[in-house]
Nanobody, 126 residues
């Protein structure tokens, strides 16, 4: 069982930056694929970024590529999402997700993930 707790959300003006953190419980964090997803009001939850257990493979949604950076510190059981050049359309609840990396994991797909955090709100104003 893995418990995930996100932090770092808040309100920021367009062009600003935020860094989200996701702290995971358990001693095997280094064996998990970690992902970030987001859900805007009235929309489906969508993929944002994901990183393999080793950190060697990273994926981004096209909408955030070049602006967001996912990283992880396995020694701290934490994954981060650095968000720069924020836009109003980035406003959403951001969720951290985890999937034990056994075999092939489709890192960009929501159903791949077994564990989810409670979400943290990010609001970007003009």
């Amino acid at each position: 069982q893995v418990q995930l707790v996100e932090s770092g959300g808040g309100s920021v003006q367009a062009g600003g930056s935020l860094r989200l953190s996701c702290a995971a419980s358990g001693r095997t964090f280094g064996n998990y694929v970690m992902g970030w997803f987001r859900q805007a009001p009235g929309k489906e939850r969508e993929f944002v970024a994901a990183i393999r257990a080793s950190g060697g493979t990273i994926y981004y949604a096209n909408s955030v590529k070049g602006r967001f950076t996912i990283s992880r510190e396995n020694a701290k059981n934490t994954v981060y999402l650095q968000m720069n050049s924020l836009k109003p359309e980035d406003t959403a609840v951001y969720y951290c997700a985890a999937k034990r990396e056994i075999g092939l994991v489709i890192m960009t797909a929501e159903p791949s993930y077994d564990y989810w955090g409670q979400g943290t709100q990010v609001t970007v104003s003009t």
